[in-house]
């Protein structure tokens, strides 16, 4: 009776260490990038978290200070132009990076001779090196000598834009170079998304009388509602965390014109005294921010996804 039971007992042991072993060489494929994770991102949220209640300077002993890194946020010229700016920004890019992008698939969907020519320019600039389309910008939108700026005093225009140079232009300087620069990324989400449509619909709706636009509006948008609404949510947050395109193009100047909150986080933590708890609390503002836009708009999606409910008399 023992050795019926040792027996059956064995394979049992057996399972258990093979499944042991399976589970330990799943758990060490995970491991890199899941201790990436911990140490790259979890642990610095988490010092900036703790950070924006203290002040530091990265020399001498931190500080508690509690609320004061926040209550400092009201009283700062340069936050309230930052937070500005940078809503300035993301409105401005947004939509027009969305409508850019989706016109270009839409133009490259196309049965139209050079099609992948043209496809792989637009996606160009996205690949390219920033400091290189960068100063071709600045070439380009030269005050003095750049070929904008002599075009337009072709067409007759007088008083000819300073582009990154002016106040009143800089910020809109750094949003058509983001939406040139990051358009053609974009695109191509929607050029999939397009080559997943059905045709059947369009052959319906041409049979019905629709025309292109009607077409467009009835048949295209409706199918693209998921790509459109994950590249609504991927240009948001990029727009939020906008750095690269400033420091390259403005730096953010002149003055404060084109100063935006990442901008901002960079000056108070590397430039000049280290300010590491006010920047880190400025960090916190921008995560709340950008959280709360996303939640918005994921409340919006779901909200829009729900069938309408018809109320019956």
Same mark, same amino acid.
């Given at each position: 009776? &023992?050795?019926?039971?040792?027996? &059956? /007992?064995?394979?049992?042991?057996?399972?258990?260490?093979?499944?042991?072993?399976?589970?330990?060489?799943?758990?060490?494929?995970?491991?890199?990038?899941?201790?990436?994770?911990?140490?790259?991102?979890?642990?610095?949220?988490?010092?900036?978290?703790?950070?924006?209640?203290?002040?530091?300077?990265?020399?001498?002993?931190?500080?508690?200070?509690?609320?004061?890194?926040?209550?400092?946020?009201?009283?700062?010229?340069?936050?309230?132009?930052?937070? #500005?700016?940078?809503?300035?920004?993301?409105?401005?890019?947004? +939509?027009?990076?969305?409508?850019?992008?989706?016109?270009?698939?839409?133009?490259?969907?196309?049965?139209?001779?050079?099609?992948?020519?043209?496809?792989?320019?637009?996606?160009?600039?996205?690949?390219?090196?920033?400091?290189?389309?960068?100063?071709? #910008?600045?070439?380009?939108?030269?005050?003095?000598?750049? +070929?904008?700026?002599?075009?337009?005093?072709?067409?007759?225009?007088?008083?000819?834009?300073?582009?990154?140079?002016?106040?009143?232009?800089?910020?809109?300087?750094?949003?058509?170079?983001?939406?040139?620069?990051?358009?053609?990324?974009?695109?191509?989400?929607?050029?999939?998304?397009?080559?997943? /449509?059905?045709?059947?619909?369009?052959?319906?709706?041409?049979?019905?009388?629709?025309?292109? #636009?009607?077409?467009? #509006?009835?048949?295209?948008?409706?199918?693209?509602?998921?790509?459109?609404?994950?590249?609504?949510?991927?240009?948001?947050?990029?727009?939020?965390?906008?750095?690269?395109?400033?420091?390259?193009? /403005?730096?953010?100047?002149?003055? /404060?014109?084109?100063?935006?909150?990442?901008?901002?986080?960079?000056?108070? &933590?590397?430039?000049?005294?280290?300010?590491?708890?006010?920047?880190?609390?400025?960090?916190?503002?921008?995560?709340?921010?950008?959280?709360?836009?996303?939640?918005?708009?994921?409340?919006?999606?779901?909200?829009?996804?729900?069938?309408?409910?018809?109320?019956?008399?």
């Amino acid at each position: 009776m &023992a050795a019926k039971q040792a027996a &059956a /007992t064995a394979p049992r042991r057996k399972g258990m260490s093979k499944e042991l072993r399976e589970n330990l060489i799943a758990y060490s494929f995970i491991a890199p990038n899941f201790i990436g994770f911990c140490v790259f991102t979890l642990v610095p949220v988490v010092a900036a978290f703790v950070l924006a209640f203290m002040e530091w300077d990265g020399v001498n002993a931190a500080k508690f200070v509690g609320l004061a890194n926040f209550t400092r946020m009201f009283g700062d010229p340069n936050f309230k132009a930052a937070f #500005w700016h940078t809503i300035v920004y993301v409105i401005g890019t947004v +939509p027009a990076t969305i409508i850019c992008a989706l016109a270009l698939a839409i133009l490259l969907n196309q049965k139209i001779k050079g099609r992948n020519f043209f496809r792989t320019v637009s996606f160009f600039p996205y690949v390219a090196s920033l400091v290189a389309v960068a100063a071709v #910008w600045n070439m380009l939108f030269n005050p003095s000598m750049g +070929p904008v700026n002599q075009l337009l005093s072709s067409w007759g225009v007088e008083n000819l834009p300073k582009w990154a140079a002016g106040k009143d232009t800089a910020m809109l300087t750094v949003i058509l170079f983001s939406v040139w620069k990051n358009m053609g990324y974009y695109m191509v989400i929607f050029l999939a998304g397009l080559q997943g /449509t059905n045709p059947e619909l369009y052959e319906a709706a041409s049979l019905d009388g629709a025309n292109k #636009w009607q077409q467009f #509006w009835n048949v295209t948008l409706p199918q693209l509602a998921p790509t459109t609404f994950f590249v609504t949510i991927m240009v948001v947050i990029q727009s939020f965390k906008v750095y690269n395109e400033v420091y390259m193009i /403005t730096q953010g100047g002149p003055g /404060t014109s084109t100063l935006v909150l990442v901008y901002q986080i960079y000056n108070e &933590a590397f430039v000049g005294t280290p300010e590491y708890g006010y920047a880190s609390a400025l960090s916190m503002v921008l995560f709340l921010l950008v959280l709360a836009v996303t939640i918005i708009q994921f409340k919006a999606g779901e909200d829009k996804d729900k069938p309408k409910k018809k109320h019956v008399k």
